[in-house]
């Protein structure tokens, strides 16, 4: 793709999530912020230039299925019964869908439609595990995770981030990649050992 037209695509991209991230206040920014977490990781993994523009364009869309859960259900702040679970269940399955419908969306698809697997296997939609999830669909759940913990959401208010990274710490190898959690959390604590060291270059993938 040539340069205009990438640049076109990546912003038309930005505008679809922002739109998405308006739905609710409480996921005002998120989609951004999943982004960014799931570049330092990549980074940190040594991902592929091709692969990495792809992450973080799917890091952006993973949610894009939430567009067709009712708001409702979305902002609801007590318990949701079994049925309003599966209408959430079914959003990376209409994000996969919506993208599919668009050519140079479909390189997205696989991350988008399995954000939510887990490394055990006990994730949706489809409960594969390991390696078999797509690597890209496996650091958007470390970043996706990282940042609801660390939010503030209608049913509870927002983690201190030491709290989350123990957290995703606790759950590798069960809930996340192991090599995945592992490489948010080193570079997450480094970067914070730089800022207080006043050594922190800011990396060229914030830009
Ligand atoms: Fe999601």
């Known amino acids: ?39 330092r990781i990549a ?14 364009k799917s890091a952006l869309l993973h949610d894009l299925g939430k567009i067709g859960v009712p708001d409702a259900i979305l902002r609801k702040r007590d318990k949701l019964s079994e049925e309003e679970f599966e ?26 439609y399995h954000h939510h697997e ?27 995770s990282f940042d609801a913990m660390t939010s503030n959401r209608a049913y509870r208010s927002a983690f201190p981030a030491e709290a989350a990274l123990r957290e995703i710490e606790r759950n590798k190898g069960t809930q996340f990649d192991p090599l995945v959690a592992d490489a948010f959390v080193s570079c997450t604590r480094d970067m914070v050992t730089d800022i207080l060291k006043d050594s922190f270059d800011e990396p060229e993938y914030y830009l």
């Open 1 to 39: 793709m040539n340069e205009l037209i990438e640049k076109a695509h990546f912003e038309t991209i930005m505008a679809l999530s922002e739109a998405l991230d308006a739905k609710d206040s409480y996921t005002a920014g998120h989609s951004r912020r999943v982004m960014q977490y799931s570049a």
């Open 43 to 56: 980074w940190r993994m040594g991902m592929g230039e091709a692969e990495f523009g792809q992450l973080k």
């Open 118 to 144: 887990r490394f055990d296997g006990k994730g949706y939609p489809d409960g594969i595990r390991g390696d078999a999830i797509p690597i890209q669909a496996r650091i958007i759940a470390v970043a996706d």
């Open 87 to 112: 209408v959430i269940r079914a959003h990376p399955g209409i994000g996969a869908d919506i993208l599919r419908a668009v050519e140079s969306f479909r390189p997205l698809v696989p991350a988008v």
